[in-house]
Structure formats: structure tokens, C-alpha cells
């Protein structure tokens, strides 16, 4: 890709496609820090319905100096609308008689029987499974991209949740590993002399159910975007009470919801 390809699709990053989003990859394997590369290579993944979309982004946001600034992007008009795809003309078809029908039928059933007894048996119940996932994965839309909303920033937000650093292992010092018992054995000396009580509790008091004032804030922020960075994350437990939430904020789409969860439950029952 020149520069005045790369101009261009500044200018009209709506006219990028496959080939387009394809060539990126080398300006951002050379640049990684090229912030408008990757950006427009976000809305090529995003309008191709490419499944590296989603950790595209995650990428790209380890990249990205000010996550605002992104997340304004993504959202934005230019990067969410899609171009309507024309309708193909139809091809014209080839009409054969029905004799030629029936010998046809009976060419790939025998075709279809032989390949079968060549293969290696495969058990009815594997099968079953795998298309069953396959289907649930499907109608979940997991692995198509997110389309987050400009009022949904805590959606975006849960998702940005890089993978956790994992804590550094250093090796042990046998000269700190005494000194570390030594410690918790004065602690405990410390507090035998000490001899701290429990004051008992005022019955009196006031007790707050900090528990209630949390949930209007937490059931406000469900969204079905929401629901659905869970269902990438594979937070299936959290999905299905994010759907269950929704139930009760949007009752006239429950039956949605409800089908959903269901769905959820058995790909988590084939994945056990």
C-alpha cells in the first residue's frame, strides 16, 4: 500500500475492503504505533463482519492513547454504517429432465454411501454436539463483531478489560524466608500481649443493606451489548444474569431473552 492509497482511505475510510483491511497489516507490522492504521483497519474488519474484529480491538486500544478517542470512533457514524449490498442479478438455470434427475439422485446417494463406508467411523454422538455448539454459537452471534453504542461507554469499558497481569515470580531467598516467620511470630506475640476484645454490637444501631442500594446502579447499566461482551469474554454465568435482567427492564422482549438464555445453558451443558 503507497501513500496515496493510505490518503485515500483516510479521507474515505468507507471505501475500504478486504484486500484493503489485508494490506494493513504490513503498514502496522512496520508502524505499530500508526494509530490511524489500525483505526482504519478496525472499520475494514468491522464492515467485512471478520471474526478478528473483537480482539482487533483490544489490540488496537493497548495502542491507543486516549481510549475516548477510539471508543468516539467506533461509534460514530462513518465507522458503524454499512454499504447496502446491490442484489445480483440471477444466473440463468440450466433446466434438466426429470430422468436426468432421477439418475443424478442416484449417483450421489451411491457416491455419498461409498465415501462413508471409506471413512473412518465417527460416533452419532460427537456429531451431535459439535452441531449443536455450532448451531448455539450461531444464534448467540458469537465471534461477529461488537457493535458498541455511544451511551453504552461501561460496555466498552467491561470489554477493555486486557487479560489480567499475571503476578511475578521471583525465586525464594532461604535468608527472606526465615526473616518473613520470623515477623508473622512477633505479630502473633504482639497481639497475645495486646489482648484486643470485641466490643459487642449496639443493638441500637441502624443496620444498611449496602447489598439493595448497589443493585438499581448495577441493573441500570445492563445492556443487551453488555450481555454480549460476557458472551465473548466466555462469562456465560454472567450473560445468562445479564439476560435475566434484561427480562425484567424490557418484559416485552422476554420471550428473546428467555430463548436466549436457554441457548446459553446448552452450550455450556455441551462445553462441560
Do not use: C
Not at 61 to 84: G, H, N, Q, W
Not at 146 to 160: L, R
Request: charged share 30%; net charge negative.
Amino acid at each position: 500500500m503507497n501513500n496515496n492509497e493510505f490518503t485515500y482511505l483516510l479521507q474515505h475510510p468507507e471505501n475500504i475492503d478486504a484486500l484493503k483491511t489485508q494490506q494493513l497489516n504490513e503498514v502496522i507490522s512496520e508502524f505499530p504505533y500508526f494509530q490511524s492504521a489500525r483505526a482504519i483497519q478496525l472499520k475494514g474488519l468491522n464492515k467485512t463482519n471478520s471474526f478478528k474484529y473483537n480482539q482487533t480491538l483490544k489490540k488496537t486500544a493497548a495502542y491507543t492513547i486516549d481510549r475516548k478517542v477510539l471508543f468516539d470512533f467506533i461509534t460514530s457514524p462513518i465507522f458503524i454504517s454499512k454499504e447496502k449490498n446491490e442484489i445480483e442479478p440471477l444466473e440463468e438455470i440450466e433446466v434438466i429432465d426429470h430422468e436426468d434427475v432421477k439418475a443424478l439422485h442416484k449417483k450421489i446417494t451411491d457416491s455419498f454411501f461409498s465415501k462413508n463406508a471409506e471413512a473412518e467411523p465417527v460416533t452419532f454422538q460427537k456429531q451431535e454436539i459439535s452441531k449443536q455448539e455450532e448451531i448455539a454459537t450461531d444464534v448467540l452471534g458469537i465471534g461477529k463483531p461488537i457493535q458498541f453504542v455511544s451511551s453504552e461507554p461501561h460496555s466498552f469499558n467491561e470489554w477493555m478489560q486486557l487479560i489480567a497481569q499475571k503476578p511475578i515470580v521471583r525465586e525464594e531467598n532461604p535468608v527472606s524466608k526465615i526473616e518473613e516467620i520470623e515477623e508473622k511470630f512477633n505479630l502473633i506475640n504482639k497481639f497475645i500481649e495486646l489482648n484486643p476484645k470485641i466490643k459487642p454490637v449496639d443493638k441500637n444501631a441502624i443496620n444498611f443493606n449496602v447489598t439493595m442500594e448497589d443493585t438499581p446502579e448495577n441493573e441500570s447499566l445492563m445492556t443487551e451489548t453488555l450481555a454480549k461482551v460476557y458472551l465473548e469474554q466466555k462469562k456465560y454465568e454472567n450473560a445468562v444474569k445479564a439476560y435475566r435482567i434484561l427480562i425484567l427492564k424490557y418484559p416485552e422482549k422476554s420471550g428473546f431473552f428467555a430463548d436466549r438464555i436457554n441457548t446459553i445453558k446448552k452450550l455450556q451443558k455441551n462445553k462441560s
